[in-house]
């Protein structure tokens, strides 16, 4: 009996099953929603993904307690369960394709992903399936079935409107440019070296090597341009405040104000962390200044949108003309000691 069922074509449905996933992730990752014409019930969409998202997590656990000890299953018990699983994933990917993206891109983009990871995860269980048909739960099912379960558990997590979700997506830039500026201040205060715990003993010599050492004009021109960093995350930080307490959702246009202000609130970590890695030893000065420049037109950007947004209101623009004045104070500071420094 085992031995009939361990017949490649009584796992064709698995197989079939495992290509027919993969699909409905790659459009979930690709496609685009199904504008609505009428009404759209944000409430009702969350309810019904829930469900879906629930139905998916039992599937996958009925999927891998079939598959969990000898014999396998028969070819109409694979059958049976390839088809009850395929039916969850076209009603998940369904319902995520009716969140248009009137609703906010960047809410929507959260729900993409969280959606696409439990297809991706469906997949990764398949194909621990597929690998030992008929043996004994193996570690890498057992893994892959938990990871389909916390991907359907974060859903819990996940904002539920755009306002939400933009405040998300800036309190982890917030956090990213804070964590830049703590290892640069670190790497400042505990040596001279910043790679001394990296080299043996025997390598360095008495003068030390002078391309792993900050000298004073370095450590000049650091300290100007963490006064730059320091505005970038002031900018975001009062950036969090405005939204949170003046962002509403009332229309389309100042949903879409939002994710534009996500947009470009995503690009002041990156070119925070470029600043920041030019800084370090030897210090290259043609790159510091061009991340200098990048970060100052994103930091501009930033602000510019921030001003001419709803989320700005009348006791705001007095913060975003300050922080506006301190990066171009900064950027002129920065360029004089590069200026100094080259002459």
């Keep these: ?12 449905p698995l197989r079939n099953l495992c290509n027919s996933v993969k699909c409905s992730r790659d459009r ?19 309810q019904t993904l829930s469900e879906a998202v629930k139905s998916a997590s039992q599937e996958a656990t009925k999927l891998s307690v079939m598959f969990s000890k000898p014999p396998p299953p ?6 049976k369960i390839a088809e009850s699983v395929q039916k969850s994933v076209l009603t998940l990917s369904t319902v995520y394709f ?6 906010g891109v960047t809410l929507r983009k959260v729900v993409r992903d969280a959606t696409a990871e439990v297809l ?12 030992s048909p008929g043996e004994s739960l193996s570690q890498e099912q057992l893994m892959s079935t938990g990871g389909v379960w916390a991907a ?19 309190t982890a830039c917030a956090g990213l440019v804070k964590d830049a500026l703590e290892e640069m201040e670190q790497a400042l205060a505990e040596a001279q070296d910043p790679f001394g715990d990296v080299l043996d003993d025997e390598d360095d010599d008495d003068e030390g090597n002078q391309d792993t050492h900050w000298s004073e004009a370095d450590r000049l021109l650091i300290a100007q341009c963490q006064g730059l960093m320091k505005a970038s995350g002031a900018s975001l930080r009062k950036l ?16 879409a104000q939002l994710d534009d202000l996500a947009d470009a609130a995503r690009e002041i970590s990156p070119s925070v962390d470029d600043l920041a890695l030019s800084l370090y030893p030897p210090v290259d000065r043609s790159a510091v200044e061009l991340n200098v420049c990048k970060l100052v037109c994103v930091l501009k950007k930033v602000l510019e949108i921030t001003r001419s947004s709803h989320v700005c209101v009348e006791a705001d623009v007095s913060w975003v003309e300050f922080l506006s004045g301190a990066v171009e104070h900064n950027l002129q500071k920065i360029t004089s000691v590069l200026r100094d420094c080259g002459s």
């Design 28 to 46: 979930v990752r690709d496609g685009e929603s199904n504008e609505c014409s009428g009404m759209f019930s944000l409430s009702n969409f969350w």
């Design 152 to 170: 359907c558990d974060q859903f819990n997590q996940l904002p539920k409107e755009n306002r939400s979700a933009v405040l998300g997506v800036l």
């Design 74 to 79: 028969s070819e109409e018990d694979c059958v």
């Design 240 to 255: 969090c405040a405005a939204v949170r307490n003046n962002s509403t959702l009332e229309t389309e246009e100042k949903i």
């Design 98 to 103: 009716w969140l248009p993206k009137s609703q």
């Design 120 to 131: 991706d995860g469906l997949v990764h269980l398949l194909e621990a399936i597929l690998s």
């Design 1 to 12: 009996m085992s031995a009939d069922n361990s017949r490649p074509d009584v796992l064709t």
